[in-house]
């Protein structure tokens, strides 16, 4: 008698709130951290005649038993919150089991932290509210599906359905209430949702690192905050073993991010000690489409019924470009400073989350779109052996800096939309960036890879110096050319001033040449007009796809787009400029 064989697909979240609702860098760390422990903890609850369909095993230190704390990469977010096996037997069971598993590890990741309430000053009175928040945080979803045979035609049709039936699982899932325990109080200041457990005095105590944890600032915190912010230590570091501390693990904070210092530890304690403009810049990065890459609707139709293989190959590329392509860009050794302003090398960035094809990461606001770029590149190159009907797979970024004192959970949050802007918005593949100045106001710029936008911020940005382009180029371009956005003037009413498009291109360009020649030199204005109609041409032909794709005209006149393309540049390239740290004084080693 022939055993049943069946797909099982799981899912946990939540995901972006969670990791999104954060104070400082090493929460960023801790939630994007737990929720790959978590999901770790279910894959190796699966039978053990099951096999892994997605994600790659191989190089995933999460999934070694027992664990090796010193393993590369063993400290790394890097697994995805959804995962696809396939299980012989009674597949409800194995589900079951992988459930209880995650449900398990979560309330002894609350347990370890609960135990130490003494030392971090929660009440015991809070116990029955600690808990109940444990108990209603987690989404888990999950379906199986019954392949009749081993053949890859069986294996093709099982998995289509089963991802049809998990998103209706996932749109009627059951969830606990928001039941108050023990009478209202304060919200949990970041999340906004949890009753507060504890109340932050913030005032930090260096000596106790665990009064610290909690009172470095004045917050309300609920169990999921208190868990994030207190699990490294109370559970990774005292039952696994693993060097999570801020001597054996140091995550940078945001100011010395900012401002490419090497103080290394993650209190905000140091943002006085930066230099120049001290701005930010978080990136989302995510693969473009992959959930019809997974499911192989790019293969061509003499390889669809290798789904399998192309799923093993898939999911092997996408980890190797999480694991040992993504670090090594964003935390690229680069000039930097020292806490007396002596030229060293330091890390240009954080990486706080690299999941297969999802990345999350803070680097220097003047950096950003470098390191966006080559993350790109790395994507392509990882995923370069993919078979298709031609297209490859790609990828996009959302791009958002604010000033070192801005909510980073608001900063995480912009960039997560900004993502979704350039997918949409901007047209997939592409990069948009979300500009948050300090008086309040928020512009956005974006741009296909392949409209030579890129390219054009590049040449403005490495032209602004002495014997260059004045820093005052860019502003110049767009105090010109805002004029002719009759919807920002008392002409809104009126239709476009411009109507044809070769005449709105020569317009912008002259206005460019104008500004390039009087801000720098004539040469320079020259070499510049040229990577400007690049652009501009870019920018025509992507909107032409685009509408292409919709099958209906744009709502913006294509005036309208390529004038606030550029003042969005320009706009950008003056901001990024302006947050370049000051040269670090070359000073002979002691």
């Known amino acids: 008698m022939s055993t049943s064989l069946s797909m099982l697909k799981f899912q946990i979240g939540p995901v972006q709130d969670f990791i999104a609702t954060a104070r400082s860098t090493r929460d960023l760390w801790s939630g994007s951290y737990l929720l790959s422990w978590l999901v770790a903890s279910g894959i190796k609850a699966l039978p053990q005649d099951s096999k892994l369909v997605f994600p790659a095993t191989e190089a995933q230190p999460l999934l070694r038993h027992p664990l090796n ?52 000053g929660l009440p015991d009175s809070f116990k029955d509210r600690f808990f109940a928040q444990v108990d209603r945080h987690l989404s888990i979803s999950w379906m199986t599906t019954e392949v009749p045979d081993d053949s890859d035609h069986a294996y093709v049709e099982a998995y289509r359905h089963n991802g049809w039936h998990l ?91 900012a401002a490419r210092l090497s103080k290394l530890d993650d209190d905000e304690d140091a943002q006085e000690k930066t230099t120049g403009e001290k701005y930010i810049a978080a990136i989302a990065f995510d693969g473009d489409s992959i959930g019809k890459w997974v499911n192989g609707d790019f293969l061509p139709e003499t390889h669809k019924l290798g789904l399998k293989q192309h799923h093993t190959a898939f999911s092997k590329a996408l980890s190797d470009f999480a694991l040992n392509r993504v670090r090594e860009i964003v935390e690229e050794m680069v000039d930097g400073t020292d806490d007396k302003g002596r030229a060293i090398q330091v890390p240009l960035g954080q990486l706080i989350y690299a999941g297969g094809d999802d990345v999350v990461c803070l680097v220097p606001a003047d950096a950003a779109l470098d390191v966006a770029d080559k993350l790109r590149k790395a994507f392509q190159k990882a995923t370069s052996g993919t078979e298709s009907t031609g297209e490859k797979p790609d990828a996009s970024a959302g791009i958002a800096i604010a000033h070192v004192h801005a909510p980073l959970q608001d900063l995480i949050r912009e960039a997560q939309k900004a993502e979704k802007r350039a997918k949409t918005d901007v047209g997939r593949p592409a990069f948009s960036i979300t500009l948050m100045k300090r008086s309040g106001e928020i512009s956005h710029w974006g741009s296909k890879w392949g409209s030579r936008g890129l390219e054009l911020y590049r040449a403005i940005a490495e032209n602004l110096k002495p014997d260059g382009l004045s820093d005052k180029f860019p502003h110049r371009v767009c105090e010109l050319l805002s004029p002719y956005l009759t919807s920002q003037t008392s002409l809104s009413k009126q239709e476009d001033a411009i109507r044809d498009i070769s005449l709105a291109k020569d317009l912008i360009t002259r206005e460019f040449a104008h500004a390039a020649e009087r801000q720098g030199s004539k040469e320079l204005a020259k070499s510049m007009t040229a990577a400007l109609g690049e652009y501009l041409d870019g920018i025509i032909k992507a909107r032409e796809e685009r509408e292409r794709k919709i099958g209906k005209p744009s709502s913006r006149s294509v005036t309208q787009e390529l004038l606030t393309s550029v003042i969005g540049l320009c706009t950008t390239v003056a901001f990024a400029d302006r947050t370049k740290p000051a040269p670090a004084e070359k000073q002979p080693a002691a």
């Open 69 to 120: 704390p010193a393993e590369s990469g063993i400290l790394i977010p890097n697994l995805p919150n959804i995962f696809i096996a396939k299980v012989t037997g009674d597949a409800k069971k194995a589900a079951e089991a992988v459930t209880d598993a995650i449900t398990t590890e979560w309330k002894q990741i609350a347990t370890a932290v609960w135990n130490k309430r003494q030392s971090l």
């Open 167 to 257: 998103d209706a699982v996932r749109q009627t899932r059951e969830f606990k209430g928001w039941v108050s325990v023990n009478g209202s109080s304060e919200k949990d200041s970041l999340s906004g949702k949890e009753e507060a457990v504890f109340h932050g005095s913030g005032n930090p105590n260096k000596t106790d690192v665990w009064h610290n944890l909690l009172n470095k600032h004045a917050d309300h915190m609920g169990a999921v905050a208190i868990i994030k912010r207190v699990w490294h230590l109370a559970y990774l570091r005292d039952q696994h073993g693993l060097p999570t501390d801020s001597v054996q693990f140091p995550i940078r904070s945001i100011p010395a991010i």
